[in-house]
C-alpha cells in the first residue's frame, strides 16, 4: 500500500555529513508518522528519529544536535540531515511509516541504505 525507497547513503568520514531521503508512494502521505531506524549486525533495529504528520520532530538522546528530520509533504518525501557523523553512526539506515486507525496500526519499510562512517 505504501512503497518506500531510501537513498543519499555511502562512505563519509567521522565529522563529515550527509543527507537521506525517503520517497513515499502508494496511499496518502501526509497521513503517516515517518520514522528513520538503524541497524548493525546483531543489534536491535533502534529509532533513530521521527516526525508526526503535524510536522513535529524527535530525536533519541545519541543524535540530538547532530540529525535533523524533515518532511516535504508536497513531494511524499522525508529527510535525514545528519551532521557531525561519528563511527557509531555507521548502520543500515530504514525508513517506516506508520499510523493507527481503527485501533490498528500500519507499518510499512523501506528496503534501507547503507551509512559508513570511517576513516
Known amino acids: 500500500q505504501v512503497q518506500l525507497v531510501e537513498s543519499g547513503g555511502g562512505l563519509v568520514q567521522p565529522g563529515g555529513s550527509l543527507r537521506l531521503s525517503c520517497a513515499a508512494s502508494?496511499?496518502?502521505?501526509?497521513?503517516?508518522?515517518i520514522g528513520w531506524y538503524r541497524q548493525t549486525p546483531g543489534k536491535q533495529r533502534e529509532l533513530v528519529a521521527d516526525i508526526t504528520i503535524g510536522g513535529t520532530p524527535h530525536y533519541i538522546e545519541a543524535v540530538k544536535g547532530r540529525f535533523t528530520i524533515s518532511r516535504d509533504n508536497a513531494k511524499n518525501t522525508v529527510y535525514l540531515q545528519m551532521n557531525s557523523l561519528n563511527t557509531d553512526d555507521t548502520a543500515v539506515y530504514y525508513c517506516n511509516a506508520r499510523r493507527t486507525q481503527d485501533f490498528l496500526e500500519y507499518n510499512f519499510w523501506g528496503q534501507g541504505t547503507q551509512v559508513t562512517v570511517s576513516s
Open positions: 502508494g496511499s496518502i502521505f501526509s497521513t503517516y508518522t
